[in-house]
Nanobody, 119 residues
Framework: QVQLVESGGGLVQPGGSLRLSCAASGSIFSIYAMGWYRQAPGKQRELVATITNGGTPDYGDSVKGRFTISRDNAKNTVYLQMNSLKPEDTAVYYC?????????????WGQGTQVTVSS
């Protein structure tokens, strides 16, 4: 089992910045990648960014060049730096941990944190 605790959401004006954090605990040895997904009202959950244990990032097309994902392995924490925020970035952001243990793949999710971009 992996537990994820997110923080850092809030209200920001267009063009502003926010940083999200997600701390993992529990069976962290089984995690091979962590990331962020988001879901806006009436829309499907979509990829924002992921990062592997080796530090290789991947981004959704809509955030490339504006968002940066990073991780601190010593703290078992992943961060999402969001710059040049747009109203369309408004959503609930969910932290994700992908795990592999005894040849079984699994996914764990945080409780979600609201990000609202509005003037």
């Amino acid at each position: 089992q992996v537990q994820l605790v997110e923080s850092g959401g809030g209200l920001v004006q267009p063009g502003g910045s926010l940083r999200l954090s997600c701390a993992a605990s529990g069976s962290i040895f089984s995690i091979y990648a962590m990331g962020w997904y988001r879901q806006a009202p009436g829309k499907q959950r979509e990829l924002v960014a992921t990062i592997t244990n080796g530090g290789t990032p991947d981004y959704g097309d809509s955030v490339k060049g504006r968002f940066t994902i990073s991780r601190d392995n010593a703290k078992n924490t992943v961060y999402l730096q969001m710059n040049s925020l747009k109203p369309e970035d408004t959503a609930v952001y969910y932290c994700n941990a992908a795990t592999l243990q005894l040849a079984v793949l699994d996914n764990y999710w945080g409780q979600g944190t609201q990000v609202t971009v509005s003037s």
